[in-house]
């Protein structure tokens, strides 16, 4: 059996290992009978096939997935330009990084009251703290990436009389790339896990409203069945994100 076979195992192993944790949790501090019964493995798998073979939870997707997308291209749009600037110039960096850092430490979800001050609710508000969560990993990566170039690549541009230009797009932005990557992996941890209360805002769809919902029906195995869901998903777009990632890497 190979490493890979053999990592391959011992995961599932933990994933069974995990669910067996939370049927032993249900059933050791709480009646079988009660409450508690809504919220058992079994019971929130029978939700979960209920609600997969509804239309509705896939729009509820396909909402939660765009904002995320929506965010991460607008974090992308503002992170990437700064962090090019950032590392490129030390004054720059020197000026700004207390800033950044500052910024970067305050939660995004702190923001909530006063953006939905100033923009209401809706869809424009999660958009900005999306945004705000994903714009610190792909700016400081990309700073990160740019102060880590080899200057013999530059100096070789500079010697074949290259413009900035093409030496931004032929030199920098290949080399930092990874490191782009690596930030945008980042930023899909983050907005994945301030996208559900963010969709509490007032909004109609999504996740986050979903669960909002299956709590005012009492419809608890189907509250723990969107968490699982919700855990599921975003496995699979940090999966997806670490396979881009490795793909530049061994490209």
């Known amino acids: 059996m190979g490493k890979h076979a053999i990592h391959g195992a011992l995961g599932v192993a933990g994933l069974f290992g995990l669910i067996l944790l939370w049927w032993l949790g249900v059933h050791l501090f709480g009646e079988a009978d009660g409450l508690s019964a809504r919220f058992s493995p079994q019971a929130t798998l029978g939700s979960l096939i209920e609600l997969l073979g509804q239309a509705e939870v896939y729009e509820h997707i396909w909402v939660s997935l765009k904002r ?21 110039y030390r004054h720059l960096e020197a000026a700004t990084t207390p800033a950044f850092q500052f910024l970067r430490m305050i939660s995004p979800l702190s923001w909530m009251p006063v953006v939905v001050m100033l923009m209401g609710v809706g869809d424009q508000p999660i958009y900005f703290l ?25 100096q070789l541009s500079r010697s074949l009389s290259a413009t900035r230009w093409e030496t931004l797009c032929k030199v920098i932005i290949p080399g930092v790339l990874g490191h782009v990557l690596t930030g945008v992996r980042l ?24 669960i909002l919902d299956t709590r005012d029906r009492l419809a608890y195995s189907e509250l723990m069945a969107m968490v699982l869901l919700i855990g599921v998903l975003g496995f699979m777009l940090d999966a997806m994100a670490r396979g881009l990632h490795r793909r530049w890497v061994h490209a």
């Open 68 to 88: 995320i997308l929506i965010g991460l291209v607008l974090a992308l749009l503002i992170g990437v330009p700064l962090g090019l600037l950032v590392g490129s």
């Open 187 to 210: 930023a899909i941890g983050i907005l994945w896990i301030v996208l559900v209360p963010c969709e509490m805002l007032g909004v109609s769809a999504g996740l986050g409203y979903f």
């Open 130 to 154: 999306l945004a705000f969560a994903a714009l610190w990993p792909i700016l400081l990566n990309t700073a990160a990436g740019v102060r880590q170039l080899d200057p013999r690549w530059l």
